[in-house]
Nanobody, 129 residues
Framework: QVQLVESGGGLVQAGGSLRLSCAAS????????MGWFRQAPGKEREFVAH????????HYADSVKGRFTISRDNAKNTVYLQMDSLKPEDTAVYFC??????????????????????WGQGTQVTVSS
C-alpha cells in the first residue's frame, strides 16, 4: 500500500503559476507510475498528466499541454505538477494517483482514472479571472 498526500494548491490569478506536490510513503516509490487528475464541481474526474516510474515518459491532456509539467524526484518520493499560464477553467480539486507499474502504459490507458490503485485526498486550485 502506498499513501499519497498532495499540497501546494491555492488561489491564483489567471496567468499565474502554482506547483503542486504529492508526497508518497509506504512502498518503493520508484516502482510506481504516477498521475495527476482533477475534478471540478459537477464534472467527472479528468486526466491531467502521467509520468512513468523512472520519469522518462510523460503524457498530458491536450487542455494542459504546453502549460503544465509533471516531474518526479524518486530520492524524495515526490511527484510534482508545475502549472503555468493558469486559466479559470483550470479551477478544480487536483488529485495525485499511483499505480505499481514499470512499463509505459501509453496515453490511452494512462488517462483512465480506473487504472490507478492509489489516490490522495486532493488539493484545491482556484484560478480567478
Amino acid at each position: 500500500q502506498v499513501q499519497l498526500v498532495e499540497s501546494g494548491g491555492g488561489l491564483v490569478q489567471a496567468g499565474g503559476s502554482l506547483r503542486l506536490s504529492c508526497a508518497a510513503s509506504g512502498r518503493t516509490f520508484s516502482d510506481y507510475a504516477m498521475g495527476w487528475f482533477r475534478q471540478a464541481p459537477g464534472k467527472e474526474r479528468e486526466f491531467v498528466a502521467h509520468i512513468t516510474w523512472g520519469g522518462g515518459i510523460r503524457h498530458y491532456a491536450d487542455s494542459v499541454k504546453g502549460r503544465f509539467t509533471i516531474s518526479r524526484d524518486n530520492a524524495k518520493n515526490t511527484v510534482y505538477l508545475q502549472m503555468d499560464s493558469l486559466k479559470p477553467e483550470d479551477t478544480a480539486v487536483y488529485f495525485c494517483s499511483a499505480k505499481s507499474l514499470t512499463v509505459d502504459w501509453g496515453y490511452d490507458k494512462a488517462r483512465r482514472a480506473t487504472a490507478y490503485d492509489h489516490w490522495g485526498q486532493g488539493t484545491q486550485v482556484t484560478v480567478s479571472s
